[in-house]
């Protein structure tokens, strides 16, 4: 059993680059959305620079992209909030059982994001346009949910992965 689980480590760069991917994306949204702030909110008050009408919905769209995709880089982290105050009185088993069952119902609505997800994005996102910018497709607004899905699919097979690990390899073996 030990052999299996070696061979399937060998793809841990794959998580570990979607992991590097997805918060260098989120890193890059925040440097977007505090430049275009910062412009928008100067522009307001000094004459020669300008205050785009696009700045609003472009930081906003920004911000769903960093939102849902920090969600899914704190499942690989393991920092989502979470109720802990009986984790002391629980058996080791029931915690793990517990934990496999969060993780399962969170890969159930990664799943869901990405399909309903998608059908918004792609139907009733490419239907409309941004007020400001008519030229292009609210498809952008909506495409943020089924990439977090994506992510969050990946990362969740990993933790759930480890937890198998834990029930199938003892202490000495990893």
Known sequence: MSGFFKSVDKIKPIFDITYKVVLFVCKLLLIADIFITTMSVIGRYVPFIPDPAWSEEVVLTCMAYMAVLSAALAIRRGAHIRMTVFDRYLSDGLLLFLDILADVCVLIL????????????????????????????????????????????????????GHMKKIFLKEGEA
């Open 110 to 161: 990664a799943v869901v994001m990405i399909v309903v997800g998608w059908k918004y994005a792609a139907g009733l996102g490419a239907k409309g346009t941004y007020v400001s910018m008519p030229w292009l497709s609210r498809f952008w607004m909506y495409f943020p949910v089924p990439v977090a899905g994506v992510a969050m699919v990946i990362f969740e097979i990993e933790t759930l992965y």
